[in-house]
């Protein structure tokens, strides 16, 4: 079974466009993240929720908008696309404090905008 | 505020030869820190951890060891084989819902 998953993996769309990549974790985690790696390995973490509660959101267009319909589910959409958007983009769940928030990572999303 | 710094990539290597990767950190209280690896295509998988000053994390044959007087958290490996080619990020935690990551270091091991 795995852990945490992300859809698509792969999404090539043109400028302007607006994209959904959903994730989903069976670990029973209470947190999930999106974060965006760019070419150079760099890793940047975008939003958090806690619970489905907002709690991590970093300087981020707000073209990015994270949704999170269940604690197991957290969905992020994109309007407009640029192509700077252009990464690989993943999902990650953690558990609490007891564990140091160990982070979980899905396969991730190469989001390529052309 | 929090940071970690890893030594630049990449590091290349023969097979069996003895690995370090640096990592130092700045941080506020006293943080969990962790090393993390990412397989060509994959995401990011934890490889250890160490929670306390002193500890040890080893998992496959590396090992870090939490040096609060340094404030290190350095990479080691005794023998390298061609499938530790990937690239390792070294991370820590203050307690809080975020874990800084430092920029990661690319090794490839030749056979």
């Known amino acids: 079974d795995t852990a945490v998953s992300q859809t698509p993996k792969y999404l090539v769309t043109q400028m302007g466009n607006d994209k959904s990549i959903k994730c989903e974790q069976n670990l029973g985690h209470d947190t999930m993240y999106w974060y965006k790696q760019d070419s150079k390995k760099f890793l940047k973490i975008m939003f958090s929720y806690n619970n489905k509660e907002l709690i991590i959101n970093e300087t981020v267009p707000n073209r990015f908008s994270p949704k999170s319909p269940d604690k197991a589910h957290l969905n992020l959409h994109i309007n407009s696309l640029e192509l700077g958007d252009s990464a690989v983009y993943f999902c990650?769940?953690?558990?609490?404090?007891?564990?140091?928030?160990?982070?979980?990572f899905g396969p991730g999303t190469r989001l390529t905008v052309t | 505020g929090d940071s970690v710094t890893q030594m630049e990539g990449p590091v290349t290597l023969s097979e069996e030869a003895f690995l370090t990767i640096n990592c130092t950190y700045t941080?506020?209280?006293?943080?969990?820190l962790f090393w993390y690896v990412q397989y060509p295509g994959e995401g990011l998988q934890l490889l250890l951890k160490?929670?306390?000053?002193?500890d040890k994390g080893s998992n496959k044959g590396f090992e870090a060891t939490y040096r609060k007087e340094t404030t290190s958290f350095h990479l080691e490996k005794g023998s390298v084989q061609v499938s530790d080619s990937a690239v390792y990020f070294c991370?820590?935690?203050?307690?809080?819902?975020?874990?800084?990551f430092g920029a990661g270091t690319r090794l490839f091991v030749k056979a």
């Open positions: 991370a820590l935690n203050t307690g809080g819902f975020k874990t800084i």
């Open positions: 941080a506020t209280g006293y943080p969990s």
């Open positions: 160490a929670t306390k000053a002193d």
């Open positions: 990650a769940s953690s558990q609490g404090r007891t564990f140091a928030y160990e982070q979980y």
